[in-house]
């Protein structure tokens, strides 16, 4: 049920999405450098929960979008339970959402 994107109707949505998974980018980078260095696994742990920290709040800020444009817009034109288990069914793969 591919509709159009609130990415491509939302270009503050698009860009915050992507400056996350940046910083996300960075801490993984990071991360890495720090097993292979063996640095301390309580430390490592804590920059892995930082990490899983904001790939949650982007799925959270991007499924609030979805929403808000794709799940309503389909609802208002009669396709809203397909919409709704469509999203339901991308949630569900979410551990730490």
């Known amino acids: 049920m591919r509709e159009t994107s609130s990415l491509r109707e939302d270009p503050r949505l698009k860009a915050r999405i992507v400056r996350q998974l940046r910083t996300a980018e960075g801490h993984l980078a ?8 063996e640095q301390y ?6 920059q892995i929960a930082a990490v899983q ?13 979805h929403t808000q444009h794709c799940v309503r817009g389909a609802i ?3 396709r809203g ?17």
């Open 81 to 97: 339970e397909a919409a709704i288990d469509e999203l339901f069914e991308a949630l569900k793969y979410l551990k730490h959402f």
């Open 30 to 37: 990071g991360i890495r450098k720090m097993v292979e260095e």
């Open 53 to 65: 920290g904001i790939i949650s709040r982007a799925a959270r800020i991007l499924a609030r979008a």
């Open 41 to 46: 696994c309580v430390d490592i742990l804590k």
């Open 76 to 78: 208002e034109e009669g």
